[in-house]
């Protein structure tokens, strides 16, 4: 990244351009975007003090997309000549450069705002500057206040309670600015609660002359399941397994039985330019101890392993974070893993937009540095984003496809059913980014009745309100709506569009130690590290024949659905005012489970017969 005061090395005259003067008209860049709906969950406080610190994004047009398209659809292809020719970063930079007349215009706008505090990205097409909040407010022509969760009260952040506003004539050279009307969204993971106090999981001491220990169902499974022993030395309320009792209640999961379920086994990762990475945001962070604890107790092969951290990661465990980085390092094991924090804000650090921070950074990391998958556990309903920001970050997405990054993200917990709780006008909730074409939505199965899998009801799956259906997908997706499998009423969701997810994985009973206890978490949150952690295996494979990393895998994936385990049976949930249900999981893909789940023995023979 370029530091500068005034100018941009080599792009920047400020001499020369056009000129950006207060007279003069002023619009509106993201005019769209609703920000009553969008602030929905968050309550507006005081007014921001004026000598806050904000880290205000700049978002420089950039030029050459339908070039970048096309070279990431080549490259992705397994049937193009191109298949594996991915870019470097700088190739990428490149390729999509702003214009000089771009840069020039805004940083004469930012010179005349007397901003001199600025960084740009490799390419120009970011702009950060670190502004107090008085100073953002004469830019914007807008009015910042601080907000707070209603649920989770630790979250607090400024946004403006009004669409900004940039000068007319700069408004054509920039796709948005940040932090302003863009508020993060905080999903709750899903801690599985137990329906009765006998039914709690047991101690990993006192499992160990038993040969199932698993946790308690208490909707299917009676308490006498569990035998009330003695607890002495055991936590409060801990009993021992009655293993006499002709009902068992549901498996765990955890890397062990994750491994066997997906035909991974005891492979390791053994490439050593190898890496695979979980993201948190929103003071989401792990801690060592945990995670070591982790690693004893379930994969005794990782102990005396490290995690790379990048960003803070200094706070209180969260369950969302121990969770990402102890399946993604125990399913990709052997792989260098690492976690990046993004907290948006700190006592000493200026406010900003987490996301944006992340997908920022992942462009400005270099091609030795940067993790070849990621993992994240972060969406929201399409509907609350502009479509100036999404247009934006997609563009972000396929210049990480185009440098054979691979991006996985978690899509959501809440069926079809938005996450305000119910549909508006009956309208079924298309989720982003996990509905971006140019990357992997992960949705979530559970245990099936008699062995396998089935599709879980909270998985979030259907179709996007945004964005045309892509070729990749067209046949399956097709078949699935022809196959005579019952479907919702189509005034519930736009057939014609992009469908997610793409694949999935288990998303419920997943064993989590955080904080030193041990706890049963659901959400397809669980899903995501799972299958991203596997798939760096996958990767491992390429870079020890000496070939490229597998990168955007959506068309590779589609090309090869026999490698996946089929889910037939199950539904995602439909909430109120949603209709009467979901959509149904049958064979091939479905809007529930997307091609189904990860077999490695078989997606290893696919990938090996690459190019």
Not at 359 to 374: C, E, H, M, Q, R
């Amino acid at each position: 990244m370029a530091k500068f005061a005034v100018c941009v090395a080599a792009l920047v005259a400020c001499t020369v351009g056009a000129s950006v003067r207060d007279g003069d008209d002023r619009v509106a860049l993201e005019a769209d975007v609703d920000i009553v709906a969008l602030s929905r969950g968050w309550v507006k406080q005081t007014a921001a003090p004026k000598d806050a610190l904000l880290r205000m994004t700049f978002a420089v047009k950039q030029q050459n997309l339908a070039a970048l398209t096309d070279t990431l659809m080549r490259v992705s292809n397994p049937k193009h000549v191109d298949y594996g020719k991915h870019l470097t970063k700088e190739g990428v930079d490149q390729l999509v450069q702003p214009s000089p007349e771009s840069v020039r215009s805004v940083m004469k706008f930012l010179e005349a705002s007397g901003v001199t505090n600025c960084e740009s990205s490799g390419s120009s097409d970011f702009v950060h500057c670190t502004v107090t909040v008085a100073t953002a407010e004469a830019m914007l022509n807008t009015e910042y206040f601080s907000y707070s969760h209603t649920v989770d009260t630790a979250f607090s952040v400024i946004r403006a309670d009004q669409h900004y506003t940039v000068p007319r004539a700069l408004a054509s050279h920039l796709d948005f600015v940040s932090p302003t009307n863009r508020f993060p969204p905080v999903r709750a993971k899903k801690v599985q609660a137990l329906a009765d106090d006998d039914c709690t999981y047991k101690s990993e001491s006192a499992c160990d002359a038993v040969s199932t220990c698993t946790w308690c169902n208490c909707s299917a499974v009676p308490s006498a399941c569990w035998t009330k022993k003695d607890a002495s030395g055991l936590p409060p309320g801990v009993y021992e397994c009655d293993t006499s009792s002709v009902a068992q209640p549901d498996a765990m999961n955890t890397p062990e039985s994750l491994r066997k379920l997906y035909s991974v086994g005891d492979v390791e990762g053994t490439a050593q330019n190898n890496k695979v990475c979980a993201t948190a945001f929103l003071n989401q962070f792990y801690k060592q101890s945990d995670l070591d604890k982790f690693w004893k107790t379930y994969y005794p092969k990782a102990t005396g392993r490290t995690i790379k951290v990048i960003g803070p990661d200094k706070g209180s465990p969260g369950i969302e974070a121990s969770l990402d980085i102890e399946y993604i390092s125990t399913m990709g094991g052997g792989v260098p893993a690492e976690f990046w924090s993004f907290a948006g804000s700190a006592p000493t650090n200026p406010e900003n937009e987490p996301f944006l921070t992340w997908i920022y950074l992942v462009a400005n990391t270099s091609d030795a540095d940067v993790p070849y998958v990621f993992s994240t556990s972060y969406g929201e309903p399409e509907d609350t984003v502009s479509m100036a920001y999404m247009n934006r970050i997609e563009a972000e997405f396929q210049k990480t496809g185009a440098r054979g990054i691979t991006l996985f993200f978690a899509t959501g917990d809440s069926g079809v059913t938005p996450d305000a709780g119910s549909c508006t006008g009956g309208r079924f909730a298309g989720q982003w980014p996990a509905g971006s074409p140019w990357v992997t939505g992960v949705g979530g199965t559970e245990s099936g009745l008699v062995g396998g899998e089935k599709a879980w009801g909270g998985s979030a799956g259907g179709f996007s309100d945004r964005w045309a259906r892509p070729s990749f997908q067209a046949d399956v997706v097709s078949k699935y709506l022809s196959s005579g499998v019952r479907l919702p009423d189509a005034s519930h969701y736009n057939s014609t569009s992009r469908a997610f997810p793409d694949v999935s994985a288990q998303a419920t009973n997943f064993l989590v130690i955080n904080g030193g206890f041990t706890e049963p978490v659901a959400g397809t949150s669980c899903a995501s590290p799972t299958f991203g952690g596997l798939f760096s295996l996958l990767n491992d494979l390429r870079l020890n024949a000496g070939k490229k990393t597998l990168g955007w895998a959506n068309p590779f994936f589609y090309q090869n659905p026999d490698m996946f385990n089929d889910i037939t049976e199950g539904s995602n949930e439909a909430g109120p005012g949603c209709g009467p249900m979901g959509f149904e999981a049958t064979k091939g893909w479905d809007p529930v489970t997307g091609l189904g789940s990860p077999n490695y023995a078989k997606m290893k023979e696919a990938v090996m017969a690459l190019p």
